[in-house]
């Protein structure tokens, strides 16, 4: 099924004839045999990636589009005549019946029940995190529990928390897989008092180390009175979501990490029981059926209206239909087979490249196997004296071969602190003097360590050309130094 060439294989240091690499790849992982329809895909729907010789890794900062989902996308403005929703006229009725006919297929796509889920259109899952901090209603007593393992945007809400006085706490992970302690989260989880508001929040797979931690969490958490606020950012793209099988309260998701096109659209998946509780602080227009200034007093729109502000992002909508419809067609089981046979070779090809002298040229921070993983590979390159080479400029090297890796902290403070060993006493001192510290200068403050990694992450269009060709970029750091 291979039958790329590696048209530019003189600027890469090969370490295995690439022939005989995929022979021995195909022997350990017979699966992605089964694949070959996403080989095509590749051919004729993401050409743009080969006719430019571009390695794209970076399927967790973005996924790609294939192009018939633009040309999909354009027939349907081409020849519609779209009005702005919210009104009883014809084009803005066409526009409305579209918005909630992608509404509907989003339910679809996860297999939601309309009866126990809504969709509510946000700009992207930061912004679905925000309604839910801003209107969750946290109070004294009340608890924010997560995972040392989130995105900034799950991290944030503790803002919300703490200001209203809820205890927030953080469940560990534990080195050097980086999962969640099990043991800490389950007695953290039995300290909720019932007649509280209690919300756990976790990502579906991690968006720093791929980890993916249970979704028999969602249960457990529930019977001990949480409310469960799944991110599931990083899961979707190359895994099954079933929300008919797994019932999180709160489910986040931008779409772009999924489909590609379009930016700037996410959503909140929420239960309609758990929609009740939430208190919005504002209102704003398109969120009320009624409001006065005389009478200083409004009425929330029921459902998801009462939480999208102003216009929704009405022509680019039916794009997310088209989207997961086209991941549909493909079949997401098929996507996670590939990705997770191209994730185990990867892992297996970078963990076996020595110097030399018999040390390792990569420290991996995640699991090292595909169990519970997805296809997000982080790492740090050591040169033969056990110096770590600078992320940044890896970043910027791999860029000279045309791959796109993407180094730094992925805005997940708690899995780069965890992995790359800081301590509360190394990072207190950044915010001692927060007013004044300027970045280039906190960067001193934790001087001679690093803060970030490199990360390879895998997605929808990935063969295994493209991870080939980048343990061929890692294989050429074997013996230089970072001080060559
Ligand atoms: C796990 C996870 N959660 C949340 C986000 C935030 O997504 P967005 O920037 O689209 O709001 C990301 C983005 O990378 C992510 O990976």
Same mark, same amino acid.
């Given at each position: 099924?291979?039958?790329?060439?590696?048209?530019?294989?003189?600027?890469?240091?090969?370490?295995?004839?690439?022939?005989?690499?995929?022979?021995?790849?195909?022997?350990?992982?017979?699966?992605?045999?089964?694949?070959?329809?996403?080989?095509?895909?590749?051919?004729?729907?993401?050409?743009?990636?080969?006719?430019?010789?571009?390695?794209? =890794?970076?399927?967790?900062?973005?996924?790609?589009?294939?192009?018939?989902?633009?040309?999909?996308?354009?027939?349907?403005?081409?020849?519609?005549?779209?009005?702005?929703?919210?009104?009883?006229?014809?084009?803005?009725?066409?526009?409305?019946?579209?918005?909630?006919?992608?509404?509907?297929?989003? =339910?679809?796509?996860?297999?939601?029940?309309?009866?126990?889920?809504?969709?509510?259109?946000?700009?992207?899952?930061?912004?679905?995190?925000?309604?839910?901090?801003?209107?969750?209603?946290?109070?004294?007593?009340?608890?924010?529990?997560?995972?040392?393992?989130?995105?900034?945007?799950?991290?944030?809400?503790?803002?919300?928390?703490?200001?209203?006085?809820?205890?927030?706490?953080?469940?560990?992970?534990?080195?050097?897989?980086?999962?969640?302690?099990?043991?800490? =989260?389950?007695?953290?989880?039995?300290?909720?008092?019932?007649?509280?508001?209690?919300?756990?929040?976790?990502?579906?797979?991690?968006?720093?180390?791929?980890?993916?931690?249970?979704?028999?969490?969602?249960?457990?958490?529930?019977?001990?009175?949480?409310?469960?606020?799944?991110?599931?950012?990083?899961?979707?793209?190359?895994?099954?979501?079933? =929300?008919?099988?797994?019932? &999180?309260?709160?489910?986040?998701?931008?779409?772009?990490?999924?489909?590609?096109?379009?930016?700037?659209?996410?959503?909140?998946?929420?239960?309609?029981?758990?929609?009740?509780?939430?208190?919005?602080?504002?209102?704003?227009?398109?969120?009320?059926?009624?409001?006065?200034?005389?009478?200083?007093?409004?009425?929330?729109?029921?459902?998801?209206?009462?939480?999208?502000?102003?216009?929704?992002?009405?022509?680019?909508?039916?794009?997310?239909?088209?989207?997961?419809?086209?991941?549909?067609?493909?079949?997401?089981?098929?996507?996670?087979?590939?990705?997770?046979?191209?994730?185990?070779?990867?892992?297996?090809?970078?963990?076996?490249?020595?110097?030399?002298?018999?040390?390792?040229?990569?420290?991996?921070?995640?699991? &090292?196997?595909?169990?519970?993983?997805?296809?997000?590979?982080?790492?740090?390159?050591?040169?033969?004296?056990?110096?770590?080479?600078?992320?940044?400029?890896?970043?910027?090297?791999?860029?000279?071969?045309?791959?796109?890796?993407?180094?730094?902290?992925?805005?997940? &403070?708690?899995?780069?602190?965890?992995?790359?060993?800081?301590?509360?006493?190394?990072?207190?001192?950044?915010?001692?003097?927060?007013?004044?510290?300027?970045?280039?200068?906190?960067?001193?403050?934790?001087?001679?360590?690093?803060?970030?990694?490199?990360?390879?992450?895998?997605?929808?269009?990935?063969?295994?050309?493209?991870?080939?060709?980048?343990?061929?970029?890692?294989?050429?750091?074997?013996?230089?130094?970072?001080?060559?």
């Amino acid at each position: 099924m291979f039958s790329h060439t590696l048209s530019q294989s003189h600027q890469y240091t090969v370490l295995d004839d690439q022939d005989a690499a995929f022979e021995a790849f195909l022997q350990a992982y017979p699966s992605y045999d089964s694949t070959w329809k996403l080989d095509e895909l590749r051919a004729n729907e993401y050409t743009r990636l080969d006719r430019q010789g571009h390695v794209y =890794l970076d399927y967790t900062g973005g996924s790609l589009y294939a192009e018939s989902q633009l040309r999909d996308h354009m027939a349907l403005l081409n020849e519609g005549i779209f009005g702005n929703p919210h009104s009883k006229n014809l084009t803005s009725l066409a526009m409305t019946q579209l918005v909630e006919q992608a509404r509907d297929y989003v =339910l679809e796509y996860f297999n939601a029940s309309p009866d126990e889920y809504m969709v509510i259109f946000t700009q992207n899952s930061t912004g679905a995190l925000k309604l839910i901090g801003e209107s969750y209603p946290f109070g004294p007593g009340d608890n924010y529990l997560l995972t040392f393992d989130n995105h900034n945007s799950m991290n944030g809400i503790r803002e919300f928390a703490r200001s209203k006085g809820a205890t927030v706490t953080y469940i560990p992970l534990i080195f050097p897989d980086l999962r969640a302690d099990e043991s800490q =989260l389950t007695q953290a989880l039995k300290t909720a008092h019932p007649d509280k508001h209690n919300l756990f929040a976790y990502p579906a797979q991690s968006n720093f180390t791929g980890v993916q931690h249970p979704l028999e969490w969602i249960e457990l958490a529930q019977a001990n009175s949480w409310d469960v606020l799944l991110d599931a950012a990083s899961f979707t793209p190359t895994n099954r979501l079933d =929300l008919s099988r797994w019932h &999180p309260d709160f489910v986040v998701i931008s779409f772009y990490k999924i489909i590609g096109y379009p930016t700037g659209i996410g959503c909140l998946i929420v239960k309609k029981t758990a929609a009740q509780k939430l208190r919005r602080p504002w209102y704003s227009g398109g969120t009320i059926t009624f409001s006065s200034v005389v009478a200083f007093n409004h009425y929330l729109t029921p459902g998801p209206a009462g939480f999208e502000d102003g216009t929704v992002n009405y022509l680019s909508i039916p794009a997310v239909e088209i989207g997961l419809k086209w991941i549909e067609a493909i079949g997401i089981d098929l996507i996670h087979t590939r990705v997770m046979c191209l994730t185990g070779w990867l892992i297996d090809r970078l963990l076996a490249l020595r110097h030399s002298n018999g040390r390792p040229l990569i420290r991996l921070y995640g699991p &090292p196997n595909t169990r519970m993983r997805g296809g997000t590979i982080q790492v740090n390159f050591f040169d033969p004296n056990g110096q770590m080479f600078d992320c940044y400029a890896l970043e910027k090297l791999a860029n000279e071969q045309r791959i796109s890796l993407r180094a730094g902290c992925h805005c997940n &403070p708690g899995a780069r602190e965890s992995a790359l060993g800081f301590t509360q006493e190394d990072l207190e001192v950044c915010f001692r003097d927060k007013d004044h510290l300027t970045y280039g200068q906190f960067l001193r403050v934790i001087d001679g360590k690093t803060t970030g990694a490199l990360r390879a992450s895998l997605g929808v269009a990935t063969n295994f050309l493209d991870v080939y060709k980048y343990v061929q970029f890692a294989g050429s750091f074997i013996d230089r130094t970072v001080a060559a």
